[in-house]
């Protein structure tokens, strides 16, 4: 009887596709070494040429107790952007401010944390779990909030820049500034002639992809429409635009706050500089809590008064951390109710 040899298979069989997926980096893996880079080029900018032992004692010295009222306004501006996300939806169709406040909460506790705007998609799923609110018409209000904050930003910067000194990216600014309202008075009027049809019209190739009908399609746009409500109805644009100036208003204050612990004697309109340049830094892909683009942006800021990168940097530091710890403990408390308000149904399915 003879004796049959199983010829054995090469174990590196299953890596020999050259042409196939595996070995190359996923677009996530890209996307995530991308934010890392940007936060290191950035962090460097920010921080190159930094006397460390001055930059220390001017941390040292500063007046902390200014951070009290700037941690109440911080707060203050955090509701009026939530306040603002709930305008943006068509009257008769808001959600609850409680959802609101909490949507918004773990949306910044996940940008904080992560790349690539992730409170973004993180806040719209809170909402979409904590309302009746179709997840497409949630999106269309998220798209709509980001057009409102550049264009309030601009326009706080054309409001302020006779009290503002004069810096090299004036000229950029006020360029982005004329584009942004071009653009929006296009899309204004167009939305205002032909409705939803020229959404229809650009989401007319997702038709091709499976599990997707036409009709399907069709009705996810429409929900998107109505999120764009802020675009589309004056009264809903007009108690945004409020809102919107107003937060940012709250931003400058409390950046200006900050500003005091360390320059007692500089004016307000420092605090509306630091606030316009993070405000258009954050154009810029984020690295998880902007790290980097942040501080930069201050110290790019506090150039026009004079203002060492030395002594900028400390200042820029503080700011950011009294941006970044607020948000994660409220985020992080705001995401843990939402799980236990979650979890309460299944228990109760697990014990009837």
């Not at 959600?95 to 909490?102: A, K, W």
């Not at 940012?248 to 420092?270: D, E, G």
């Given at each position: 009887m003879g004796i049959q040899v199983q010829e054995e298979r090469p174990l590196t069989a299953p890596v020999a596709h050259p042409g196939g997926r595996r070995g190359r980096p996923s677009r996530r893996t890209l996307a995530i070494a991308a934010t890392l880079v940007l936060a290191a080029g950035f962090t460097y900018l920010a921080v190159r040429g930094v006397d460390w032992h001055r930059a220390w004692v001017a941390v040292e010295h500063c007046e902390a107790w200014w951070l009290l009222p700037a941690l109440a306004v911080f707060v203050l501006q955090v509701l009026l952007r939530a306040m603002r996300w709930r305008s943006l939806?068509?009257?008769?169709?808001?959600?609850?401010?409680?959802?609101?406040?909490?949507?918004?909460?773990?949306?910044?506790?996940?940008?904080?944390?992560m790349p690539a705007r992730a409170g973004e998609a993180a806040r719209v799923v809170s909402l979409t779990k904590n309302s009746?609110?179709?997840?497409?018409?949630?999106?269309?209000?998220?798209?709509?909030?980001?057009?409102?904050?550049?264009?309030?930003?601009?326009?706080?910067?054309?409001?302020?820049?006779?009290?503002?000194?004069?810096?090299?990216w004036f000229g950029a600014a006020e360029i982005l500034a004329a584009a942004a309202a071009i653009a929006l008075a296009g899309t204004v009027a167009v939305l205002a002639i032909y409705g939803d049809r020229p959404l229809q019209w650009l989401a007319r190739p997702l038709g091709r992809l499976p599990r997707l009908s036409p009709e399907s399609i069709e009705r996810h746009v429409a929900l998107l429409a109505d999120g764009l409500s802020g675009l589309r109805q004056h009264r809903v644009?007009?108690?945004?635009?409020?809102?919107?100036?107003?937060?940012?208003?709250?931003?400058?204050?409390?950046?200006?706050?900050?500003?005091?612990?360390?320059?007692?004697?500089?004016?307000?309109?420092?605090?509306?500089?630091?606030?316009?340049?993070?405000?258009?830094?954050?154009?810029?892909p984020a690295p998880p809590a902007s790290l980097g683009v942040f501080?930069?942006?201050?110290?790019?800021?506090?150039?026009?008064?004079g203002i060492s990168q030395t002594g900028a940097l400390p200042y820029a530091v503080v700011l950011h951390i009294s941006n970044f710890v607020p948000l994660v403990v409220a985020g992080a408390v705001a995401l843990h109710i939402g799980t236990r308000r979650a979890a309460r149904p299944a228990q109760a399915a697990t014990y009837t």
């Open positions: 939806f068509a009257h008769g169709r808001r959600p609850d401010r409680g959802p609101i406040v909490e949507a918004t909460l773990i949306g910044y506790l996940f940008n904080s944390i009746t609110v179709p997840p497409a018409e949630i999106v269309g209000t998220a798209l709509v909030e980001r057009v409102y904050d550049l264009v309030a930003v601009l326009i706080i910067f054309l409001a302020a820049s006779p009290w503002l000194p004069h810096v090299s644009a007009l108690e945004a635009t409020i809102w919107t100036l107003a937060a940012w208003m709250a931003s400058s204050l409390w950046a200006w706050l900050v500003l005091l612990a360390f320059f007692p004697h500089i004016t307000f309109a420092a605090g509306i500089l630091v606030t316009i340049a993070t405000g258009l830094a954050m154009v810029i501080e930069y942006a201050c110290v790019l800021a506090l150039k026009a008064y």
